[in-house]
């Protein structure tokens, strides 16, 4: 059915497309190990799901949110159309992104630096939402990527940092 529905786009790029792929299966995988593990001692599916997003926002955050497939990240011809500021921009995505998910992992494993966890990374995915609804606004397509990605990832925080 998904298959379908991208068929049919004229613009069909199957590397960004598998990229897709790979972050939703991430993401189900991480929510299904936070909603199942244990209040007080999570499990090491806990661990390898956190360490697997993180890794994988922190290194390849940037082509996400350029729309930039695997196979084209050494070509230049990929990045013809893309300002300094969107490159820069998307590099802070993906690392804000990739330290929420490390955070998560001192939070809940309750490893020394926690507090310093507890308290900065509010303000940056905070602060990362802020910029990435301004850009989208301006009608950045960088910005849309990365106002859909942020309000999960604001969400999934206030749950493990203060619900949980």
Do not use: H
């Amino acid at each position: 059915m998904v298959f379908a529905y991208y068929r049919n786009i004229t613009t069909f790029n199957k590397p960004v497309f598998l990229m897709r792929i790979i972050e939703i299966l991430i993401a189900v995988l991480v929510v299904s190990t936070l909603a199942t593990a244990p209040r007080d001692a999570p499990s090491s599916a806990v661990l390898t799901a956190l360490i697997l997003a993180t890794a994988f926002y922190a290194y390849l955050g940037f082509l996400i949110f350029n729309g930039i497939g695997l196979r084209k990240v050494f070509r230049a011809s990929s990045y013809q159309g893309l300002s300094i500021v969107q490159i820069v921009f998307s590099v802070v995505c993906g690392f804000v992104i990739g330290l929420g998910f490390c955070s998560m992992l001192f939070i809940l494993y309750q490893w020394p630096g926690l507090e310093m966890y507890r308290k900065a990374y509010p303000v940056f995915i905070v602060g990362m939402v802020g910029t990435s609804f301004v850009t989208y606004l301006r009608g950045s397509a960088v910005g849309k990527r990365a106002l859909v990605r942020s309000i999960p990832m604001l969400l999934l925080c206030i749950y493990v940092f203060y619900i949980r």
